[in-house]
């Protein structure tokens, strides 16, 4: 009977210590915890302190308040998302000393991707001036060169993610890789050289910017290769839900401005003659004929960029410029609160795209001063991973 009481009081004792150590390393946790969030909220303060103007008071409640007819709040956010942020410099295995030097802009960009790159079997696929394909394993960003030599026996000029499967450009016809050889695509596809937006078993949706004068979002209808088409200056990302396409844009010119427009029935947009795609009309974007209302505006603000736009976990995240910080935001009506600083620089980008490919977010990211309309880096997105990739040299400003 002593060794049975004993023995109860010795797992008694056990159990209390474990429970006892727990709550410590609960209690570490939720301190250091509060202590990231602390730090992060007074670098937020102290940047947006320094660049306003100086008898405003900045509180993490209100780090920037628009001064703007469609009015948004900036803040802090009280559920702050810690991401784990990796940054990498990986130069273009095929990089040429003949571009580099040039002395013409549109030769030296030739050292950058050909097109914006995509995810393919786990793979960072990019395509070069050559006209061949390098692949990047993504779990540490080697070489992938026995997924680069199967693909490479063509000259590609683009290529994309079509119906799940890597396709390009060769020649004048768009070929398949069925995972042992490329194979003619023969259905119809609206794109030549330019990225995708989205795509889903309906459509493919793509655009086109004119900057200041306007830009355009296509939806190209599979079934009846008809495309639908509305204004959008200028898009960058889509998200379908259960109430329709939200449509992501932005634009730098003037103070910068960025919406979201959540298109239900895209077919009910205005129908393109196909004559009239990629054109302007009076010197502005198409996108500014269509006169179908076949939308609502979810969000409308100027004096800042949004870049992106991803899901993560059970929320939409937005990647956000404004007084020289680029950071990731959660959106609720007109409050922009921030839950990480990313690299907490000033990462800008002009025309950026970003897409989902099963459980990782590639976003492409160009800048006309360094590469033109050429992708110089990505962001890849993995749960609470980011990795940003600059190619041939640190694109960071």
């Given at each position: 009977m002593f060794d049975k009481v004993g023995h109860i009081n010795k797992l008694q004792a056990m159990v209390k210590k474990l429970l006892y150590i727990l709550l410590i390393f609960g209690l570490s946790n939720s301190g250091f915890a509060q202590s990231l969030q602390l730090k992060f909220e007074n670098k937020l303060v102290e940047h947006f302190q320094k660049h306003t103007w100086k008898d405003v008071v900045v509180t993490r409640d209100s780090l920037y308040s628009s001064p703007y007819k469609d009015k948004f709040n900036v803040s802090v956010s009280d559920n702050y998302i810690e991401f784990d942020t990796t940054h990498l410099v990986i130069k273009n295995p095929y990089f040429s000393d003949k571009h580099d030097d040039a002395e013409e802009e549109k030769d030296y960009v030739k050292n950058f991707p050909k097109s914006f790159s995509v995810i393919?079997?786990?793979?960072?696929?990019?395509?070069?001036?050559?006209?061949?394909?390098?692949?990047?394993?993504?779990?540490?960003?080697?070489?992938?060169?026995?997924?680069?030599?199967?693909?490479?026996?063509?000259?590609?000029?683009?290529?994309?993610?079509?119906?799940?499967?890597?396709?390009?450009?060769?020649?004048?016809?768009?070929?398949?890789?069925?995972?042992?050889?490329?194979?003619?695509?023969?259905?119809?596809?609206?794109?030549?050289?330019?990225?995708?937006?989205?795509?889903d078993n309906q459509f493919i949706v793509y655009g086109e910017c004119f900057g200041e004068w306007g830009g355009t979002v296509y939806f190209f209808e599979k079934s009846s290769s008809k495309t639908f088409f509305t204004e959008s200056t200028c898009a960058n990302s889509v998200i379908k839900t259960s109430k329709g396409y939200n449509v992501l844009a932005h634009l730098g010119h003037g103070g910068g401005s960025a919406e979201i427009k959540t298109i239900p029935y895209p077919t009910k947009l205005t129908l393109a003659k196909p004559n009239e795609i990629g054109k302007s009309v009076n010197g502005e974007a198409l996108g500014y004929t269509d006169k179908s209302s076949a939308f609502e505006k979810k969000l409308d603000f100027y004096g800042l960029q949004i870049f992106s736009s991803f899901d993560y976990q059970d929320k939409v995240l937005y990647i956000v410029h404004l007084s020289?910080?680029?950071?990731?935001?959660?959106?609720?009506?007109?409050?922009?609160?921030?839950?990480?600083?990313?690299?907490?620089?000033?990462?800008?980008?002009?025309?950026?795209?970003?897409?989902?490919?099963?459980k990782y977010t590639l976003m492409n990211l160009d800048h006309y001063g360094t590469g033109l309309n050429r992708e110089i880096s990505v962001l890849i997105i993995e749960g609470n991973k980011i990795t940003k990739l600059d190619w041939n040299e640190n694109h960071s400003r």
């Open positions: 393919y079997e786990n793979s960072l696929v990019t395509l070069f001036e050559n006209g061949k394909f390098t692949c990047f394993k993504l779990e540490n960003f080697e070489r992938n060169t026995e997924l680069e030599n199967k693909l490479n026996t063509k000259k590609f000029k683009y290529h994309w993610i079509i119906d799940n499967q890597l396709g390009g450009l060769s020649g004048n016809s768009i070929f398949l890789w069925n995972g042992n050889k490329w194979t003619k695509f023969k259905e119809n596809f609206p794109l030549k050289n330019q990225p995708k937006l989205f795509e020289e910080l680029t950071f990731i935001a959660e959106i609720k009506n007109n409050e922009i609160e921030i839950v990480n600083p990313l690299f907490f620089n000033d990462l800008y980008t002009h025309d950026p795209i970003t897409n989902k490919y099963g």
